[in-house]
């Protein structure tokens, strides 16, 4: 099935993370914040209302009035506070930046395959971002394939990703919020996950700064309702997808449909850009 993705404004565009997350860094510090790359949080408490947090790399604590955990969807904060749901290891992703194929052209890829899926994007002129996702006991079939399909070695080096599932951990708990995928996990096929970390830390950081600078007492559930506003209406698509390539029954019928029906293939994609 080919689709021609919405173009404008408010079409999506690939950017590689690495890039994208230096440009975020350089406006933080430029905007004031005092930058700690490579500092990992090993321990949280809390005293009077002050959250005191330690990292591997130093032995001083930091304390803060107000904590926001964007700390991805193994938040160690939710963790240590015992506040991470559990979840099974159903399926897990791989990630890899290869050499962008010849002709590959300037479009997203989704293929279903036996045991899971794989996306591909090309994240600049020269690279493309190659993911796989399956369960644990396809995963290994998945590589091979990718390493067939796009000629890579046996040495290349993947990423692993794992829970692609898992309960939410309430967004606000009085002076700690959380953000992104620390706070909620969504099915990748979608390719919205930047999207809801970024608007739920835009989010967050208006609620951070009505705690912080005007004392307010209800910043922190009204955090909690943009939160779930920002999902609330827009999880069906997600949960759609989730379902047609967990299920490769329903998968089928699923692309059959968009195949005999592109106008409801280009809701669905609009609907997920929007
Ligand atoms: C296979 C796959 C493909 C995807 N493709 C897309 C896509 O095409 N488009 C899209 O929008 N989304 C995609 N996503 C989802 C997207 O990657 C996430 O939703 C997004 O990265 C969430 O951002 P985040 O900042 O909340 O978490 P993360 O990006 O996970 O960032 C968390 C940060 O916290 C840091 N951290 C964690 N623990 C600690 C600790 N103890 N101490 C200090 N720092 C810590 C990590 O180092 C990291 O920098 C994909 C996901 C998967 C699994």
Redesign the pocket.
């Known amino acids: 099935v080919r689709l021609e993705l919405p173009r404008g404004e408010e079409a999506e565009i690939?950017v590689k993370r690495s890039a994208f997350?230096s440009i975020l860094l350089n406006r933080t510090a430029k905007l004031g914040a005092d930058v700690r790359e490579a500092?990992?949080?090993?321990s949280i408490g809390k005293s009077d209302g002050t959250w005191k947090i330690t990292?591997a790399e130093t032995t001083a604590a930091l304390r803060a009035r107000l904590l926001v955990a964007?700390?991805?969807?193994?938040?160690?904060v939710a963790r240590l506070l015992g506040l991470l749901p559990r979840f099974a290891k159903e399926r897990v992703?791989l990630?890899t930046h290869i050499p962008l194929p010849s002709g590959f052209g300037n479009r997203v890829v989704l293929q279903l395959l036996a045991g899971g899926y794989s996306?591909q994007?090309p994240v600049n002129d020269s690279e493309l971002n190659l993911?796989l996702?399956g369960k644990p006991k396809s995963i290994r079939a998945l590589q091979i394939w990718a390493r067939k399909r796009f000629e890579l070695s046996a040495g290349q080096q993947w990423r692993t990703?794992t829970p692609?599932r898992r309960g939410t951990v309430p967004a606000a708990h009085g002076n700690l919020l959380f953000?992104?995928?620390?706070a909620r996990?969504?099915e990748?096929f979608t390719?919205?996950?930047?999207?809801?970390?970024l608007r739920s830390?835009e989010l967050a950081a208006a609620a951070a700064t009505a705690i912080i600078r005007e004392n307010s007492l209800d910043a922190a559930s009204k955090y909690a309702a943009q939160h779930a506003a920002i999902y609330r209406g827009r999880l069906w698509i997600n949960a759609l997808a989730r379902t047609a390539v967990v299920s490769p029954k329903m998968g089928s019928i699923l692309f059959e449909l968009a195949r005999l029906q592109p106008t409801l293939l280009r809701f669905l994609t609009r609907k997920v850009v929007r």
């Open positions: 690939a997350d500092s990992t949080l090993t990292t964007a700390d991805g969807r193994n938040s160690t992703a990630q996306g994007a993911c996702v990703i692609l953000a992104g995928d620390a996990v969504v990748p390719g919205e996950g930047i999207f809801y970390a830390g």
